[in-house]
């Protein structure tokens, strides 16, 4: 993820590598739930290299068919912790979204727009200090491809706005 922080003492660019695990129900009805917990790995903002921290997030979905396509809505709310120039970094976030898309086969191509915000807390020489992101959307697109014995790849990429990109697994029991 790479992003950009507006605080009182300026702009700084963010970036954020993590690992997550996830679990989740999905109802009969269409809506989904899902928790999920991880590590970041690495990162920086500025040239203020961020120490390994962690990640949590809550999330709700729910699809419709509409003809041959799928819509998707999403709300999450997540938080990463972490340290940066060894002061504590706490970044929270509202996040909704959706993505649109066809399923061909095993393979689904889909849009997505998300719109999110949310604090960030961190010290800023010597200041604690306040923020929050210079652009509040994500734009992309991704791929899921299911497979017959119920594995899930999905590869999702935002390219405008925040920019991100996931890969990821999930295994429907």
Do not use: C, K
């Amino acid at each position: 993820m790479r992003t950009h922080i507006e605080f009182d003492e300026g702009t700084f660019e963010l970036t954020e590598q993590a690992v997550t695990v996830f679990a989740g129900y999905s109802a009969p009805s269409g809506w989904s739930y899902r928790g999920s917990l991880g590590v970041i790995v690495d990162g920086s903002i500025d040239d203020h290299d961020m120490t390994p921290g962690g990640v949590g997030a809550a999330g709700i979905s729910r699809q419709w068919v509409v003809g041959r396509f799928f819509i998707t809505g999403s709300a999450s709310a997540s938080v990463a912790i972490a340290s940066a120039n060894d002061e504590r970094f706490t970044a929270g976030d509202f996040r909704i979204g959706a993505i649109a898309g066809r399923t061909f086969g095993i393979v689904s191509p889909y849009v997505l727009a998300r719109g999110f915000g949310g604090p960030v807390w961190w010290t800023v020489d010597g200041t604690s200090t306040v923020g929050s992101d210079t652009r509040h959307f994500q734009l992309g697109a991704g791929l899921s491809v299911t497979t017959p014995f119920g594995l899930t790849i999905v590869v999702d990429v935002s390219a405008l706005g925040e920019q991100a990109a996931s890969l990821g697994a999930s295994w429907r029991l």
